[in-house]
């Protein structure tokens, strides 16, 4: 989006301001969708915690997408942003039988992802199928905070387990109807990709009367110019061929589930933000703007890189600066970083702010979250406001000590 419409929408919306483009989402959306065309049944799950504005799921039902949710919560943002039941599917973690009994009640696929659960849903609904979530044990990508398949990770039944999943089935009566794997966050090699659905397969075999298949997530996007990402034609190519392949050999025309957030998401947000002050120190320039990990906690919470460009002035002379927050902690975004002349007053654009930005945003420092907007067909929708002071104290119950 150009430099000069982005200003514009700080001065109509307000500072700071996420803004995600559709098209870009539309755009990574069908080349998944292109780059497994010949597998006949293909079902993409977006997954709603990297972005859960209730404008962003109906976008994805448009797309024909399903959507992956992680808490009764998100099942209920997805309703309301008119999923049918049958177009979701429940993935969470350590979450309570309670939830999961609720959450299968509304009619959603169940994806179970420890014994304990299985056994004890499979005893009280036998007649209900619930896909198991499987832990190949082998790790797709870089960074172990995100990286969900190693050995100690808390995710999925050991691959190992298999056979006492099976035990289970055979104790309950219940059925099985798909196997999933989430390796985690930022594939950086297909091959070990492939390596972990081989995995998959395997155990897929286990079980007789599966419907589908569920591979996850974990694409990886690029960050800066030239950055690694998951190449998904050469995925697509690769795996749907091994898949169709699967699927003689099993005898059934099975469904290949994917349930990206980032690889849909992260490209299509921007985040917006002011500078307040530029701030000159013995060893350091800082540009201090208008927001911090309150609104973007990536750069902290997992070292992520977020390119960072002044739009006021992207035709300025670079310099270097460290980009900070105004929050009453460390909130570094960028150390020693080269931007165009950076004054006070001048819009910094954030990239990559489409995912786990604003769902992860919160009031630390009693700051409103910001506002969103989204664009489509050229047209620009608020689709959320910021906060105000009434939302900050709504749930706040004050008492009076004049007893
Ligand atoms: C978070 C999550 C995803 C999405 O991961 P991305 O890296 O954003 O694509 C998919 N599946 C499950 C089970 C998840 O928890």
């Given at each position: 989006?150009d430099?000069?419409?982005?200003?514009?929408?700080?001065?109509?919306?307000?500072?700071?301001?996420?803004?995600?483009?559709t098209?870009?989402?539309?755009?990574?959306?069908?080349?998944?969708?292109?780059?497994?065309?010949?597998?006949?049944s293909?079902?993409?799950?977006?997954?709603?915690?990297?972005?859960?504005?209730?404008?962003?799921?109906?976008?994805?039902?448009?797309?024909?997408?399903g959507?992956?949710?992680?808490?009764?919560?998100?099942?209920l943002?997805?309703?309301?942003?008119g999923?049918?039941?049958?177009?979701?599917?429940?993935?969470?973690?350590?979450?309570?039988?309670?939830?999961?009994?609720?959450?299968?009640?509304?009619?959603?696929?169940?994806?179970?992802?420890?014994?304990?659960?299985?056994?004890?849903?499979?005893?009280?609904?036998?007649?209900?199928?619930?896909?198991?979530?499987?832990?190949?044990?082998?790790?797709?990508?870089?960074?172990?905070?995100?990286?969900?398949?190693?050995?100690?990770?808390?995710?999925?039944?050991?691959?190992?387990?298999?056979?006492?999943?099976?035990?289970?089935?055979?104790?309950?009566?219940?059925?099985?109807?798909?196997?999933?794997?989430?390796?985690?966050?930022?594939?950086?090699?297909?091959?070990?990709?492939?390596?972990?659905?081989?995995?998959?397969?395997?155990?897929?075999?286990?079980?007789?009367?599966?419907?589908?298949?569920?591979?996850?997530?974990?694409?990886?996007?690029?960050?800066?110019?030239?950055?690694?990402?998951?190449?998904?034609?050469?995925?697509?190519?690769?795996?749907?061929?091994?898949?169709?392949?699967?699927?003689?050999?099993?005898?059934?025309?099975?469904?290949?589930?994917?349930?990206?957030?980032?690889?849909?998401?992260?490209?299509?947000?921007?985040?917006?933000?002011?500078?307040?002050v530029?701030?000159?120190t013995?060893?350091?320039?800082?540009?201090?703007?208008?927001?911090?990990?309150?609104?973007?906690?990536?750069?902290?919470?997992?070292?992520?890189?977020?390119?960072?460009?002044?739009?006021?002035?992207?035709?300025?002379?670079?310099?270097?600066?460290?980009?900070?927050?105004?929050?009453?902690?460390t909130?570094?975004?960028?150390?020693?970083?080269?931007?165009?002349?950076?004054?006070?007053?001048?819009?910094l654009?954030?990239?990559?702010?489409?995912?786990?930005?604003?769902?992860?945003?919160?009031?630390?420092?009693?700051?409103?979250?910001?506002?969103?907007?989204?664009?489509?067909?050229?047209?620009?929708?608020?689709?959320?406001?910021?906060?105000?002071?009434?939302d900050?104290?709504?749930?706040?119950?004050?008492?009076?000590?004049?007893?």
């Open positions: 989006m430099n000069q419409l982005l200003v514009s929408l700080t001065e109509k919306y307000g500072s700071p301001l996420y803004v995600y483009d098209e870009k989402i539309s755009s990574q959306y069908n080349r998944i969708i292109n780059s497994f065309a010949t597998v006949k293909l079902k993409i799950n977006y997954a709603v915690k990297a972005n859960s504005n209730l404008s962003i799921l109906k976008f994805f039902k448009k797309l024909k997408s959507i992956d949710t992680v808490s009764i919560q998100e099942v943002l997805g309703l309301k942003a999923f049918d039941p049958s177009s979701i599917i429940f993935t969470p973690n350590g979450v309570s039988l309670k939830e999961i009994e609720e959450v299968s009640k509304l009619g959603v696929q169940i994806n179970i992802d420890n014994i304990s659960i299985l056994e004890q849903f499979g005893h009280l609904y036998p007649s209900v199928p619930v896909c198991v979530r499987i832990n190949p044990h082998i790790m797709a990508g870089g960074n172990r905070k995100i990286s969900v398949g190693h050995i100690d990770s808390k995710f999925g039944i050991s691959i190992y387990q298999v056979p006492l999943i099976k035990r289970i089935v055979q104790n309950t009566g219940m059925r099985i109807n798909g196997v999933h794997m989430h390796t985690g966050s930022d594939i950086l090699d297909i091959d070990v990709f492939l390596a972990a659905t081989e995995i998959l397969f395997n155990a897929a075999k286990e079980f007789e009367n599966l419907d589908f298949i569920d591979f996850g997530s974990g694409f990886k996007v690029p960050y800066t110019e030239g950055d690694i990402s998951t190449n998904i034609e050469e995925l697509g190519e690769k795996l749907s061929e091994r898949f169709n392949e699967f699927c003689k050999e099993y005898g059934k025309e099975l469904t290949l589930m994917f349930e990206p957030g980032k690889f849909l998401v992260s490209e299509s947000g921007q985040f917006l933000a002011h500078v307040n530029v701030k000159q013995t060893s350091t320039v800082f540009a201090s703007i208008d927001s911090g990990f309150n609104h973007l906690i990536r750069p902290m919470f997992y070292d992520s890189y977020h390119q960072i460009d002044n739009i006021s002035n992207a035709e300025g002379r670079e310099r270097y600066y460290s980009v900070v927050g105004y929050i009453c902690e909130d570094t975004f960028a150390s020693n970083r080269r931007i165009s002349e950076i004054r006070e007053g001048d819009v654009r954030f990239k990559n702010a489409g995912a786990y930005c604003f769902s992860m945003a919160s009031n630390y420092n009693s700051r409103f979250r910001p506002a969103e907007v989204l664009v489509y067909n050229g047209g620009d929708y608020l689709v959320r406001t910021q906060e105000n002071f009434e900050l104290i709504k749930n706040q119950i004050l008492i009076d000590f004049n007893d």
